[in-house]
């Protein structure tokens, strides 16, 4: 079956713009995780979602994240006023209480760039 | 807080050569589960091996294999046989019970020279 998607792959904007990142999971995976990957280093945890409600948004770093899963399905990662230390791959995966070990299944990321 | 330890930030093997990439964690709990996941060019990450925590075996996926030491908080990779299509970013990765978050270290880039 289809796995995770991400859209777009992509995306240069400039400081201070918003953007949106979108993260299509696997079909009936109930649980979302947002990562952020600076060059260099391991994805680190931004926001995760079981259903349609955040489990979870410990991990966002202020006020001008923002994520949204209203369907319970596609979820869509939101930054305002974006900064250059914004810059980063945002990788979405999910995952399904059924799949053992709650094994994550990721997608293949949005490069964001702030210039 | 769960913290995961990559030692090595870069590695290299021979073609058809053993490698063993190291990790550490540190963590309070009894019961979790740890995974090693590949990441190539393509940024997809690729699960490569998974090991729960109350298993003493060590898991094993064809030519990859785990050393797991609990006691020493321990999961090091070891690659057989290694080939070009090896190279990549190697993560170690902790998750607690359930549908939690991964928290992973900073990766090794493993090469392989033919």
């Known amino acids: 079956g289809a796995g995770v998607s991400q859209t777009p792959s992509n995306k240069v904007t400039e400081k201070g713009k918003y953007v949106e990142l979108r993260c299509d999971p696997i079909?009936?995976?109930?649980?979302l995780y947002w990562y952020r990957q600076s060059l260099g280093q391991g994805p680190e945890f931004l926001i995760y979602?079981?259903?349609?409600?955040?489990?979870?948004d410990s991990g966002l770093p202020n006020d001008r994240f923002f994520a949204v899963r209203p369907e319970g399905s596609v979820s869509t990662l939101k930054i305002q006023r974006t900064e250059r230390g914004d810059s980063a791959v945002y990788l979405c995966?999910?995952?399904?209480?059924?799949?053992?070990?709650?094994?994550?299944?990721f997608g293949p990321g949005t490069r964001l760039t702030v210039t | 807080a769960q913290t995961v330890t990559q030692s090595q930030p870069e590695m290299s093997v021979q073609e058809a050569e053993t490698v063993t990439l190291s990790c550490t964690y540190d963590?309070?709990?009894?019961?979790?589960?740890l995974f090693w996941y590949k990441q190539p060019p393509s940024r997809q990450m690729i699960l490569v091996i998974r090991?729960?925590?109350?298993?003493?075996q060590n898991a094993t996926e064809n030519r990859f294999s785990v050393n797991f030491q609990k006691a020493a908080k321990s999961f090091s990779l070891k690659i057989s046989d290694s080939q070009l299509g090896d190279a990549a970013m190697y993560f170690c990765?902790?998750?607690?019970?359930?549908?939690?978050?991964?928290?992973f270290g900073k990766g090794t880039r493993l090469s392989v020279i033919a």
């Open positions: 995966a999910s995952s399904h209480a059924a799949s053992g070990p709650y094994e994550q299944y």
């Open positions: 963590t309070s709990e009894s019961d979790y589960y």
């Open positions: 990765a902790y998750l607690s019970s359930g549908n939690t978050p991964l928290v």
């Open positions: 079909s009936g995976h109930t649980a």
């Open positions: 979602f079981q259903g349609t409600g955040a489990a979870d």
């Open positions: 090991q729960e925590a109350y298993k003493q």
